[in-house]
């Protein structure tokens, strides 16, 4: 299975390709609010990089996240997709960094806060909701953003999604749920408070 992934639903943006399980390309980028200046370079070394062997996935970050980044990366797969007749699938950004049991948390802005359940739904919280939470709190805020929060179980911060995750994440979900997934139209999770 030859899957090339891209994270774009944070500034710190990544694209891989891999060739069956052997990692064969990959780049990473600081991208705050121009995700495609750095995109098309890096897609153009993945593209140089499988060179005429057959792409069978295109793995796009779905978010939670910025909402533009997610939506250039997705445009670009789907002219890729055109292309090479790749399927697109939008995998959820959080899922790799989700354990069992733990929530996941990020500033949603306006005074809320986006949160992965350890059941896997993901919404936008208050801060008393927020502090209320009983389970272990992972974050991809910056060490000390949530400290004014006295959350109780904050236990590993500063945490992103990476294009090397969403592979892991796809390979490691059985052959039914990666078919459930892929049926699905690729788009963004766009989580509303």
């Not at 997705?74 to 002219?79: F, H, I, P, R, S």
């Not at 790749?86 to 990020?106: K, Y």
Request: charged letters at 20%.
């Amino acid at each position: 299975m030859n899957i090339l992934a891209i994270e774009t639903s944070v500034p710190q943006a990544s694209l891989c390709l891999s060739l069956g399980e052997k990692l064969v390309f990959a780049t990473r980028w600081e991208a705050e609010r121009n995700h495609d200046a750095h995109l098309f370079p890096a897609l153009q070394g993945a593209m140089d990089a499988l060179g005429d062997l057959p792409l069978d996935y295109i793995l796009v970050g779905a978010g939670p996240g910025s909402y533009g980044g997610v939506r250039v990366a997705l445009a670009a797969g789907v002219g890729i997709a055109s292309v090479t007749g790749a399927r697109l699938v939008a995998v959820e950004s959080w899922a790799q960094l989700a354990e069992p049991g733990a929530c996941v948390v990020a500033d949603a802005r306006r005074g809320g806060w986006t949160v992965r359940q350890p059941d896997g739904r993901i919404e936008v919280l208050s801060p008393d909701q927020l502090q209320a939470l009983t389970c272990p709190v992972f974050s991809t805020e910056a060490r000390g953003k949530l400290a004014h929060l006295n959350l109780c179980d904050l236990q590993k911060e500063a945490l992103h999604p990476t294009a090397e995750g969403l592979v892991s994440t796809w390979l490691g979900m059985s052959s039914d749920a990666q078919a459930s997934l892929a049926a699905k139209p690729a788009e963004p999770i766009y989580v509303r408070p």
